[in-house]
């Protein structure tokens, strides 16, 4: 029993530094490309494993303070589909992300404007877009017409659930918690409990 235990420590522990290391890397890594592609980034914020980035030439990013961006496998053992990835795709887009968030494997595109608050946990394989990437009319489409956008706006303390995606011109207001797979397409009040496809409010967030 106590042998099972120790090799058991020897896991956690080896599991723990190579989560170190992988950090220590991909932030330092990290810190110097976003200085080069002229991404802001915050004090104190920790990358475990390396988003995709694309900034569009003119375009804006700004991440804050104290952020931990997942995106490698082992990183979250939730299951991470992807690698984390923010990127403008216009050259008037902005995509703005405060303090204390924590992303994993998520997926930001804007390409008109994407703001995000404080302490805003999105959860793993998360889609948030302020467009539709393809016009909907079908000869635009294939003449390469670009989709209409509308702005996103997510306020403090939100928390989105596992493989949900946020649809363009979604207000979530603060407090609120997305249900696991959600789907959102319309405002969401603050402080509320919201869930499904497409995605509604069931209740409200007990506030302690
Ligand atoms: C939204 C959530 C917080 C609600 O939890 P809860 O308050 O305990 O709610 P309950 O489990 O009592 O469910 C309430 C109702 O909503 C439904 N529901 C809950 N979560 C749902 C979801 N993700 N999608 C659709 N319906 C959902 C339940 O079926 C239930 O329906 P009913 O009243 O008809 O029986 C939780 O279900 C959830 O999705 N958590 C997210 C977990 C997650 O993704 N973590 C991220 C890790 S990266």
């Known amino acids: 029993m106590k042998r099972k235990f120790t090799i058991g420590l020897c896991f956690h522990y080896s ?3 190579r989560i170190l290391l992988i950090t220590f890397f ?4 990290c810190r110097v490309l976003f200085r080069l ?3 802001a980034l915050g004090k104190r914020s920790r990358f475990i494993g390396v988003p995709i980035t694309y900034v569009y030439p003119g375009s804006k990013i700004v991440l804050g303070d ?7 496998a082992i990183s979250n053992f939730i299951g991470l589909n992807r690698r984390s990835i923010i990127a403008t795709h216009d050259d008037t887009a902005q995509i703005i992300l405060g303090d204390h968030c924590g992303l994993s494997g998520v997926v930001i595109g ?3 404007s994407i703001i995000i608050g404080n302490q805003v946990m999105i959860g793993a394989n998360v889609l948030i877009t302020d467009f539709d990437w ?3 009319n079908p000869s635009e489409r294939s003449e390469g017409v670009s989709s209409q956008s509308k702005p996103v706006n997510i306020e403090d303390n939100v928390f989105i659930g ?10 979530i207001g603060k407090n609120v918690v997305i249900g696991a797979n959600s789907v959102v397409t319309k405002d969401i009040p603050a402080n509320s409990i919201a869930v499904g496809n497409p995605c509604k409010v069931i209740s409200k967030v007990l506030q302690c």
Not at 26 to 29: A, D, E, G, L, R
Request: glycine share 6%; aromatic share 10%.
């Open 15 to 17: 599991y723990h530094l």
């Open 26 to 29: 991909s932030t330092t890594y």
């Open 37 to 39: 592609k002229g991404i």
């Open 66 to 72: 104290n952020l931990e961006i997942r995106t490698a």
């Open 110 to 112: 804007a390409k008109q």
């Open 134 to 136: 393809h016009a909907l």
């Open 162 to 171: 596992y493989s949900s995606t946020i649809l363009k011109g979604v207000h």
